[in-house]
């Protein structure tokens, strides 16, 4: 999967139906914040191990808010300027020193 192809490809589905007036970084973290809720609501009142066995129609509307996340946390990185690339790879590093490993039992 290529990032910014992902991105070029909402941008364009976007301009064709004349919706970027509305995709201001605010509204997409709105409209971002409400597929989170309905990924969620996939999970809620089910035990953990019934969170990790989900039946098939439930498997795909995982898929489906999953998706429904991703472009729009793409949308507002595209619409913000940030390289999504470039920002895991620092975020990664910082997490690595903020949490290290703790040492292998196989290394002297
Ligand atoms: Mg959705």
């Known amino acids: 999967m290529d990032i910014v192809d992902l991105q070029l490809r909402l941008r364009a589905f976007a301009q ?9 970084p605010k509204n ?3 409209a971002l914040v409400v597929e989170a809720a309905e990924l969620v609501e996939i999970f809620q009142w089910k035990t953990a191990e019934e969170s990790i066995s989900l039946d098939a ?3 795909e509307h995982l ?4 998706a429904d996340v991703l472009m729009y ?3 507002i990185a595209d ?3 940030v390289d999504v690339a ?9 997490n690595a020193i903020k949490y ?6 196989h290394t002297a």
């Open 16 to 24: 064709a139906r004349e919706w970027e007036p509305f995709l201001t």
């Open 28 to 30: 997409l973290a709105m």
């Open 57 to 59: 129609a439930s498997q």
């Open 63 to 66: 898929g489906e808010e999953i």
């Open 73 to 75: 946390l793409l949308q």
């Open 79 to 81: 619409r913000s300027g």
């Open 86 to 94: 470039s920002a895991v790879e620092r975020k990664l590093r910082l």
């Open 100 to 105: 290290p490993a703790p040492p292998s039992p």
